[in-house]
C-alpha cells in the first residue's frame, strides 16, 4: 500500500477520445504532483496543486487538464492527443509545498498508449 | 537550467558485490538530493533524502554522500541482492515544489 493510488493502471485511447486519470491519496497530504516519464527520457514535472490550487504548469500542452477538487483527489483529463503523449504518467503527493526536505510519494502510475 | 545525470545507464554485477552508483547535477543551488526505485510497471520508493547541509545518509545496506559544491552524489549498496535489482533514480530540489530528474542507472544483480 503505497498511499497514493492511481487509476486506471493501463489505458489505450485514441487521439479523438477523452479519458480522464484520477489519483488518490490516503497520507493526509495537502500537495499533489503530475509526472511524465517517457522512455529514455527522465521524470518530467507536469503540473503542482497546493491546497487544490494549481501552483505550477511546467509549460504542457492544454490537450492535459488537470483538476484538483479536494486535497486528496486529483485527475487528468486528456483529449485529443498524440502518439508521443504515450507514457506513464505518476503522481505524487507530499505533506505541503513549504521547506525543501519533505519527500514526495508516488503512485503506481498509469501507463498510457495513444493509438 | 539543472541538468541530472546518471551514470551507468546498466549495470549488471553478481550477488554479494558492493556496488556505487553516480549522480551529477549542473546547479549546486538545491534543498536536497533524493535517490529513488523503480521496480518495472511500478511507481517511484524513497530510498535516502539527503538535505543540502548534510553529507550523507544511511538506511541499512545503503548509503547516500552528497557533495553539493561539485555537484555530485552517490548511491553506495553494501552486499548486493538479486531483490536489489531495479531502476535507481536520482532527483535534486529546487525551489519548493519542483524535482529534477537523472535519467535513471538500471541495475541488475546476477545470482
Known amino acids: 500500500e503505497t498511499g497514493v493510488t492511481q487509476t486506471p493502471r493501463h489505458l489505450v485511447m485514441g487521439m479523438t477520445n477523452k479519458k480522464s486519470l484520477k489519483c488518490e491519496q490516503h497520507?493526509?497530504?495537502?500537495?499533489m504532483y503530475w509526472y511524465k516519464q517517457s522512455a529514455k527520457k527522465p521524470l518530467e514535472l507536469m503540473f503542482v496543486?497546493?491546497?487544490?490550487?494549481?501552483?505550477e504548469n511546467n509549460s504542457v500542452p492544454s490537450r492535459f487538464s488537470p483538476e484538483c477538487p479536494n486535497s486528496s483527489h486529483l485527475f487528468l483529463h486528456l483529449h485529443t492527443l498524440q502518439p508521443e503523449d504515450s507514457a506513464l504518467y505518476l503522481c505524487?503527493?507530499?505533506?505541503?509545498?513549504?521547506?525543501?526536505?519533505?519527500?514526495?510519494?508516488f503512485g503506481d502510475g498509469t501507463r498510457l498508449s495513444i493509438l | 537550467k539543472q541538468e541530472v545525470t546518471q551514470i551507468p545507464a546498466a549495470l549488471s554485477v553478481p550477488e554479494g558485490e558492493n556496488l556505487v552508483l553516480n549522480c551529477s547535477f549542473t546547479?549546486?543551488?538545491?534543498?536536497?538530493l533524493q535517490w529513488f526505485r523503480q521496480d518495472p510497471g511500478k511507481g517511484l520508493t524513497s530510498l535516502l533524502l539527503i538535505q543540502s547541509s548534510q553529507r550523507e545518509q544511511t538506511s541499512g545496506r545503503l548509503n547516500a554522500s552528497l557533495d553539493k559544491s561539485s555537484g555530485r552524489s552517490t548511491l553506495y549498496i553494501a552486499a548486493s541482492q538479486p531483490g536489489d535489482s531495479a531502476t535507481y533514480l536520482c532527483a535534486v530540489r529546487q525551489g519548493a515544489q519542483k524535482l529534477v530528474f537523472g535519467q535513471g542507472t538500471r541495475l541488475t544483480i546476477n545470482p
Open positions: 497520507l493526509g497530504h495537502n500537495a
Open positions: 546547479d549546486s543551488a538545491i534543498y536536497n
Open positions: 505524487a503527493s507530499s505533506q505541503d509545498l513549504r521547506g525543501g526536505n519533505q519527500p514526495q510519494h
Open positions: 496543486y497546493s491546497l487544490e490550487e494549481r501552483v
